[in-house]
């Protein structure tokens, strides 16, 4: 038999630190979720056991970057800091910088903390290879895959913890990078757990019993539901893996599975493979094959109605909205949103920025998807958003002119004071511009998070590099160009730059994607 999962004192300690802090209680964020159990290295910041983090500390569920791991995603060097948020921090990396977690071989459970439960694609774990130098910056030839979770794009939440299996060749100090891939997303969450591999796992060669009985309990056109019945294994059935005419479709904890995005009138064959603590997998099950039903002529089927319209933060003059994704029969929806019973915008994506609204005036917004057909969902939950009231200020001296992109510096930083957009401070010799409207609590760490101030040029000229030619006059977006990372471009008077090389597909709330573009 395999043995549990071990947890020592190490951990144990860091749960009691993690409860005494409240680490959601500090500065504001539109986060989304960390490795908590064992505790990520964000999350141990977080709660006083690792020293030195900087601004991390408020945020340990914002280490979000560009999916596609290994093939794309972070740099080599800023893995942990999903390419060098928060200052890279994180990036540092030696054998005695991190708090570790106590573990032994063999399972592991790991447990994620969810505060925005996206719509979810798959978690893929890494670990350390043996030999590894844990003196040296951490990159992808330091890893290897030891697990994978398939999940069909619902909300992470219904999924939250995952064993993994600790392999018997690892020892003394080692890292597990753990990937979460958003579904309806270009990006993904990046944790590094740091951990201390000691004693060994009683080793386990048995595999779990074959699965039986796999039987059907409802076929359409597009999706196919079954069950089976469970195997036994000495050590207990951690998964069940399931195929699709030969490939791995998904995973299930239970002795169930339901399979959607098929086509209408086909034939599939399924089998299963049941697989324990310790990886032994079962031979695979008898074959299952279904035929999915004829495509119904006539589509009359309403979308889902969009869910947890919300929003993510206001200014005097905008409001930024986010809803969970609709699901649909025949594929994507077009979102219609609606301000004060008005339709003032169509898109295909879960979120959108209302601008030009008023300042201290209160809004109702709700939101409808339609699919390709025409068939229009229930509304979404109605929203009530008040804008921030305009502040009154004594009339300043015109300042000398400036570039119009340049900001001006407007007082030394105040961690107790008030701020709005764009408001731009000096501190330790460099400026920073307001991202969001606050009050600050005191705190000296408010001024790096992200979230709240972002540090800008102090020169009043453009930035021409030694030995080239100034760069060319920057463009108006354009909705359905393509654009490389670092591009800038002007949409409304102000400008923003590209995070990553896309084209744009027409939708003009694009350029409000922080996944695609950031003020600057």
Same mark, same amino acid.
């Given at each position: ?66 999916k596609g791991f290994p093939e794309t995603g972070p740099a080599d060097g800023q ?9 890279? #921090? ?7 910088? /991190? ?8 399972? &592991? &459970? *790991?447990? /994620? ?24 910056? &951490? @990159? ?21 913890? %995952? ?22 997303? #270009? ?26 009985? &796999? ?41 169930? !599975? ?11 064959? !399924? ?40 929003? *993510?933060? +206001?200014? $005097? ?20 949103? !609606? ?21 201290? $005036? ?27 009231a305009a502040e009154t200020t004594e009339t300043a001296p015109e300042p000398e002119?400036?570039? +119009? ?6 007082? $030394? ?9 764009? @408001? ?8 920073? +511009?307001? #991202? ?6 005191? @705190?000296?760490? /408010? ?15 453009? %930035? #021409? ?7 060319? +006059? ?8 393509? %654009? ?28 409000y994607a922080p996944s695609l573009w950031k003020l600057i």
């Open positions: 038999m395999s043995r549990a999962t071990r947890l020592g004192t190490g951990v144990a300690a860091s749960a009691v630190a993690l409860v005494g802090t409240g680490i959601l209680t500090s500065a504001p964020a539109s986060a989304h979720g960390y490795v908590d159990g064992p505790m990520s290295r964000s999350a141990a910041c977080a709660a006083g056991l690792n020293t030195n983090c900087g601004s991390i500390v408020y945020e340990p569920q914002s280490l979000e970057a560009p893995i942990a800091s999903a390419g060098g948020l928060f200052g890279g #921090v994180l990036d540092e990396q030696s054998e005695g910088r /991190w708090f570790k977690n106590e573990v032994a071989t063999g399972p &592991l &459970l *790991m447990s /994620w903390k969810y505060t925005a439960p996206h719509s979810t694609a798959k978690w893929h774990y890494y670990m350390t290879k043996p030999g590894w130098d844990p003196n040296d910056p &951490l @990159d992808r030839n330091d890893l290897e895959l030891i697990s994978e979770f398939q999940h069909d794009g619902s909300k992470a939440n219904s999924n939250p913890d %995952h064993t993994l299996t600790i392999p018997g060749n690892r020892s003394g100090y080692h890292v597990i990078l753990a990937v979460w891939d958003i579904a309806d997303t #270009v990006n993904a969450f990046y944790n590094v757990i740091d951990v201390d591999v000691v004693g060994e796992g009683i080793s386990d060669t048995t595999p779990p019993t074959n699965t039986v009985n &796999l039987q059907t309990t409802s076929v359409s056109a597009t999706s196919v539901n079954f069950t089976w019945t469970g195997s036994t294994d000495d050590s207990g059935v951690v998964r069940y893996d399931v195929y699709r005419d030969g490939r791995l479709v998904g995973s299930s904890s239970i002795a169930e !599975f339901s399979n959607t995005g098929l086509s209408p009138s086909m034939d599939y064959q !399924f089998t299963v493979v049941a697989v324990d603590a310790s990886g032994n997998r079962s031979i695979p099950s008898d074959v299952l094959t279904v035929t999915t039903d004829v495509a119904s002529e006539v589509d009359d089927q309403a979308p889902i109605a969009p869910g947890y319209l919300h929003s *993510m933060g +206001e200014t $005097t003059q905008s409001v930024s909205l986010m809803w969970n994704a609709s699901d649909d029969n025949s594929g994507d929806v077009m979102y219609q949103v !609606f301000r004060d019973g008005v339709q003032f915008a169509n898109t295909e994506m879960t979120m959108l920025m209302d601008t030009n609204r008023e300042p201290g $005036t209160t809004y109702q917004y709700l939101v409808v998807a339609v699919d390709e057909t025409g068939n229009r969902s229930a509304a979404s939950n109605q929203l009530a958003v008040t804008t921030d002119p400036a570039l +119009e992109s340049q900001p001006v510096e407007s007082g $030394t930083w105040d961690r107790f004071a008030s701020y709005t957009v764009g @408001d731009t401070v000096t501190h330790a010799d460099s400026i920073y +511009e307001a #991202v969001q409207s606050h009050t600050g609590n005191g @705190d000296p760490n /408010w001024i790096y998070a992200p979230s709240l101030w972002v540090a800008v040029t102090k020169d009043s000229t453009p %930035h #021409v590099d030694q030995g080239s030619a100034p760069k060319d +006059e920057i463009q108006s977006w354009n909705a359905t160009g393509t %654009h490389a990372a670092g591009d800038r471009v002007s949409n409304s008077g102000l400008i923003y730059e590209a995070v990553q090389s896309h084209t744009g597909n027409g939708d003009p709330n694009w350029i």
